[in-house]
């Protein structure tokens, strides 16, 4: 039997209620119907999980000076942002970026992360044959 997670970002623009468009609708059916796990963010991309501020301050680790980074909510692209001379920047290395953050221990309590994570770890053990262990006040 063959396993798959499937992330994917939501894509939406705005509300959360917006529509999940046909392809990421199929891909989560198909994963459904082949024992496979699909998470659709609810943000716009897996990188909104990620606190502002926590991205904010490993770009000034990084680059040593005052970062503006403009998150209006869970839909904005949370690593563009101007750098101290007001320029704009949009590339990034998003594996370096994850690695730093990782090392910071980031808050999990972000839209639904904590519970999709759950969900992921039991998808995995199910798929390895191992059984939830529990949990004191579970």
Known sequence: MIYSVEPSS??????????????KKRIENE??????L????????IENYIKPEMIRGVLE????????IDVKN?????????DK???????????????????????MDVLDLNEMID?????INEANGIKALAVDGD
């Open 119 to 123: 969900e992921v770890v039991d998808y």
């Open 38 to 45: 699909a998470w659709i963010t609810q943000g716009k991309e």
């Open 85 to 107: 001379e007001r320029v704009n920047v949009t590339k990034i290395d998003k594996v370096w970026l994850a690695k730093e953050i990782v090392k910071k221990n980031p808050v």
């Open 10 to 23: 939501s894509t939406n623009t705005g509300d959360y209620s917006d529509e999940i468009n046909e392809t």
């Open 31 to 36: 994963c459904r119907t082949n024992n496979g």
């Open 61 to 68: 680790d990084k680059y040593g000076k005052e970062i503006e």
């Open 74 to 82: 869970e839909f904005s692209i949370c690593y563009h942002y101007k």
